[in-house]
């Protein structure tokens, strides 16, 4: 699967796996950040939060922000991870959550060898 399809297939998964979750009473989901143009990290540095050569810079890759009961989790060990997370690797075989390599607020597809 090239770059272009992997691309609309996390935008539609993404847009489900936001609707699953916002239909429990308790949990709903936000854009957090997602693609970030490799012409931020023109000058080399890649001074932002996400790391060199990740999902974030192929537009496979999206940070989400969670609120519980109304009140924003920053706590990435939250329990609600642990079932939302899962639930979003079920959806495809190339779905990767971030709950694996410590940053459990990242959903993203696997690409050349990248998550």
Same mark, same amino acid.
């Given at each position: 699967?090239?770059? *272009?399809?992997?691309?609309?297939?996390? @935008?539609? +998964?993404?847009?489900?796996? =936001? &609707?699953? /979750?916002?239909?429990?009473?308790?949990?709903?989901?936000?854009?957090?950040?997602?693609?970030?143009?490799?012409?931020?990290?023109?000058?080399?540095?890649?001074?932002?939060?996400? *790391?060199?050569?990740?999902?974030?810079? @192929?537009? +496979?890759?999206?940070?989400? =922000? &969670?609120? /519980?009961?109304?009140?924003?989790?920053?706590?990435?060990?939250?329990?609600?991870?642990?079932?939302?997370?899962?639930?979003?690797?079920?959806?495809?075989?190339?779905?990767?959550?971030?709950?694996?390599?410590?940053?459990?607020?990242?959903?993203?597809?696997?690409?050349?060898?990248?998550?």
């Amino acid at each position: 699967m090239n770059l *272009k399809d992997k691309r609309i297939l996390f @935008t539609t +998964l993404l847009a489900q796996f =936001i &609707l699953w /979750v916002n239909s429990h009473p308790h949990w709903k989901l936000a854009y957090g950040e997602g693609l970030v143009a490799q012409t931020d990290a023109r000058d080399g540095d890649y001074d932002g939060p996400h *790391k060199k050569g990740g999902a974030h810079y @192929t537009g +496979l890759g999206h940070d989400m =922000i &969670l609120y /519980v009961d109304g009140i924003y989790i920053e706590n990435s060990s939250h329990p609600v991870y642990n079932s939302i997370g899962p639930y979003w690797e079920s959806m495809h075989e190339l779905c990767r959550w971030g709950g694996r390599f410590n940053d459990a607020n990242h959903f993203s597809l696997f690409h050349e060898g990248v998550a």
